[in-house]
T-cell receptor
Framework: GAVVSQHPSRVICKSGTSVKIECRSL??????MFWYRQFPKQSLMLMAT?????????EQGVEKDKFLINHASLTLSTLTVTSAHPEDSSFYIC????????????FGDGTRLSIL | EDQVTQSPEALRLQEGESSSLNCSYT??????LFWYRQDPGKGPEFLFT???AGEEKEKERLKATLTKKESFLHITAPKPEDSATYLC????????????FGSGTKLNVKP
């Protein structure tokens, strides 16, 4: 149980392209979804938290207009990297959790984004 | 300031050599502490949740324990397939959506 699917697993595209990443909870309803960025040999850096049907809460220093997050249903959240540039290249990971108590986050397998 | 510190950063063990990983935390109030395993190029995989001091959880060769200041992940007779980065995260009591992640311990088990 508690499976989170993230798609695509890898994206290579040209500078200036917008890229959409999907995060789906397959066997549970995700009240809250999180988006992280992870640099090599470093831990997870939280970018934003989103609750179904409401606007995402972004961490300090994360550009809202650059990283668009939509959480339109209890099983799907999307992250769109708009007008991506080489410095946006990274490993992006989503997570989802059911309820608002002590439930753990369950993570997708990440998306490796490479901007040429 | 709320924070989570994991040690050591890296650990090399021989197969069968038991050891422990540490996760120290300073949080104004603890709602839960979570352990994850992360393989290269993958997202973290959930292992355990601990809620209160004195609690223990086990899964195969792994056992997690919790005190008021830290958690240990004990690995008994590890195998090469236990090699991974182990992350701990603390959930704050005052904000159920606030999780503080440690930087992880990279475990390498040699055959």
């Amino acid at each position: 149980g508690a499976v989170v699917s993230q798609h695509p697993s890898r994206v290579i595209c040209k500078s200036g392209t917008s890229v959409k990443i999907e995060c789906r909870s397959l066997d549970f309803q995700a009240t809250t979804m999180f988006w992280y960025r992870q640099f090599p040999k470093q831990s997870l850096m939280l970018m934003a938290t989103s609750n179904e049907g409401s606007k995402a809460t972004y961490e300090q220093g994360v550009e809202k207009d650059k990283f668009l997050i939509n959480h339109a249903s209890l099983t799907l959240s999307t992250l769109t990297v708009t007008s991506a540039h080489p410095e946006d290249s990274s490993f992006y990971i989503c997570s989802a959790r059911a309820g608002q108590g002590r439930q753990p986050q369950h993570f997708g397998d990440g998306t490796r984004l490479s901007i040429l | 300031e709320d924070q989570v510190t994991q040690s050591p950063e890296a650990l090399r063990l021989q197969e069968g050599e038991s050891s422990s990983l540490n996760c120290s935390y300073t949080v104004s109030g603890l709602r839960g502490l979570f352990w994850y395993r992360q393989d290269p190029g993958k997202g973290p995989e959930f292992l355990f949740t601990l809620y209160s001091a004195g609690e223990e959880k086990e899964k195969e060769r792994l056992k997690a324990t919790l005190t008021k200041k830290e958690s240990f992940l004990h690995i008994t007779a590890p195998k090469p397939e236990d090699s991974a980065t182990y992350l701990c995260a603390v959930q704050a009591a005052d904000n159920f959506n606030k999780f503080y992640f440690g930087s992880g311990t990279k475990l390498n088990v040699k055959p």
